[in-house]
């Protein structure tokens, strides 16, 4: 799942680790792949990712094998983390003279022999060769969408890049999931977004909404998701209930999307 939405702080990364997390605490094998320089998902996740320490830069530019990047998470068995360090910043221009610069990370992927159920990657807030590999890599894209007024703009461009890697490069690519993030029911203006996105997205869109919530902002200070950091918060049960949904469609796809349809006649 490529986790993207150029625009930049709507809850990428936040929602990466914690529905990666939620699925991990389900007994899933979970990869979480941060591909944002920034490096924020190693942050949430507890691991280490000062420069040193071997990343997504080495297997992207030097072709070195997953393998030997990724980290376990501790506190959350069956998750785990290939870290982003700041060298991920020099990629997006390293990577244009390299051969099959579009789909290092997808090769990387497929040659990766430990089991797994589900990978997350992180994206960068651009559509840059990141996103790109990102987007080459997986099977379906997530867009978070914060809830405030200016959340649409931009979002038709994500959608062009989508649907230009689908074309080109990897025909099954397609947008599974729209989740609405730091949602606050108090305001009027919130409701208005969440119902403009659902009537351009009804199929797409997840029943659950992820509310605005201190508990969610605060656990990635402790190196923790909020599923540790605070597991009965509403922040914590709206994200299992998200990848509850999540898990859902992946096993009943067309049931999901046949009940959707009944419940909107
Ligand atoms: P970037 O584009 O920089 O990578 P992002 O899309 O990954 O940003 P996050 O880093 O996940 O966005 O979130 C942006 C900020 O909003 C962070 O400070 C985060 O802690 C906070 N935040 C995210 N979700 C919530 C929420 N539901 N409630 C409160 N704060 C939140
Ligand atoms: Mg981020």
């Not at 930049?8 to 605490?25: F, I, P, W």
Request: with cysteine; proline share 5%; charged share 20%.
């Amino acid at each position: 799942m490529v986790v993207a939405n150029q625009k930049g702080g709507v809850g990428k990364t936040t929602s990466t680790v914690n529905l990666a997390a939620s699925l991990a605490l389900h007994g899933a094998r979970v990869l979480v792949v941060d591909l944002d320089p920034q490096g924020n998902a190693s942050t949430a996740l507890g691991i280490d990712h000062h420069s040193d320490v071997p990343s997504i830069y080495d297997v992207l530019v030097d072709s070195r094998p997953l393998s030997e990047v990724v980290q376990p998470v501790k506190d959350v068995e069956g998750l785990f983390c290939a870290p982003a360090t700041i060298d991920l910043a020099g990629a997006e221009i390293e990577l244009v003279s390299l051969v099959a610069r579009e789909s290092r990370l997808q090769r990387a992927l497929s040659a990766y022999e430990q089991p797994l159920d589900y990978v997350l990657i992180d994206c960068p807030p651009s559509l840059g060769l990141l996103t790109v590999n990102a987007l080459v890599a997986g099977a379906e894209v997530v867009i978070p969408i914060q809830c405030e007024y200016y959340a649409l703009e931009g979002l038709g461009q994500l959608l062009r890049n989508v649907d230009l890697v689908k074309g080109h490069l990897n025909p099954t690519l397609h947008i599974s999931t729209i989740l609405l993030t730091m949602y606050d029911g108090r305001t009027r203006l919130a409701s208005q977004v969440a119902e403009e996105v659902r009537s351009h997205f009804s199929n797409e869109v997840l029943r659950t909404n992820i509310p605005r919530s201190v508990r969610i902002s605060e656990a990635p200070s402790y190196g923790q998701t909020v599923l540790t950091y605070d597991p009965g918060s509403s922040g914590a049960l709206s994200y299992l209930e998200a990848a509850r949904e999540i898990a859902l469609r992946g096993a009943h796809p067309h049931q999901e999307q046949h009940s959707t349809v009944e419940g909107k006649q």
